[in-house]
């Protein structure tokens, strides 16, 4: 099974910063990457998918990019409902769904 | 605008089984082209898929290896709903569980989530 390491596993943040987390795979994924992020006490929320598709709602200062082994999640302009915990999750061996470690965004 | 409903006891003793239910709305069980999904969080596993089914000319399951034999999900199209059924739980099962939506290879609706502890 694919393997998905999340880098850092937590990061301080301003309002206004730009924000980059990784999402590295055990082997290479064929595009189907997704990101979401979570808050306390809610259930994940669907940010990105195929790698760089934006969900309808997600403000545009989310982006995803990457191919091969390494993707990336960048928030340009940290806002302050963006603190939140982020996953990447792959699915190269559909339907079976592999989710990072996540990510931790906190204030600074 | 699809809404998942989640019920289902929030404890349940070691070595008996974890039952629960998500009702859909805004959308239908036997669509083709989505699948359903139950999905677990812990502290000590992070988000873990357990499994899915999916209607395409006939019904298709598909469960994680970690709990494929003692795991059963079962779609109720009289009801539009799904459910999990997972035997023989241990401390190690204890978690969030979600019900959610999958559609493109992502999760794009999620069930509100139920707390399920395994404790006697």
């Known amino acids: 099974d694919i393997q998905l390491t999340q880098s850092p596993s937590s990061v301080s943040a301003s309002v206004g910063d730009r924000v980059t987390i990784t999402c590295r795979a055990s082997?290479?994924?064929?595009?189907?990457v997704a990101w979401y992020q979570q808050k306390p006490g809610e259930a994940p929320k669907l940010l990105i998918n195929r790698v760089s598709s934006l969900q309808n709602g997600v403000p545009s200062r989310f982006s995803g990019s990457g191919s091969g082994t390494d993707f990336t999640l960048t928030i340009s302009g940290l806002q302050p409902e963006d603190f939140a915990t982020y996953y990447c999750q792959e699915a190269n061996s559909f339907p079976l769904l592999t989710f990072g470690g996540g990510t931790k965004v906190e204030i600074k | 605008q699809v809404q998942l409903q989640q019920s289902g006891p929030g404890l349940v003793k070691p070595s008996q089984t974890l039952s629960l239910t998500c009702a859909i709305s805004g959308d239908s069980v036997s669509s083709s082209s989505v699948a359903w999904n139950w999905i677990r969080q812990s502290p000590s596993r992070g988000l873990e898929w357990l499994g899915m089914t999916q209607y395409s000319s006939k019904w298709y399951n598909n469960y994680a290896v970690s709990v494929k034999n003692r795991i059963i999900i079962n779609p109720d199209t009289s009801k539009n709903q799904f459910s999990l059924q997972l035997n023989s739980v241990t401390p190690e099962d204890t978690a969030v569980y979600y019900c959610?939506?999958?559609?493109?290879?992502?999760?794009?609706?999620w069930g509100q989530g139920t707390l399920v502890t395994v404790s006697s």
């Open positions: 082997q290479g994924i064929a595009g189907w």
């Open positions: 959610a939506r999958g559609s493109w290879r992502a999760v794009d609706y």
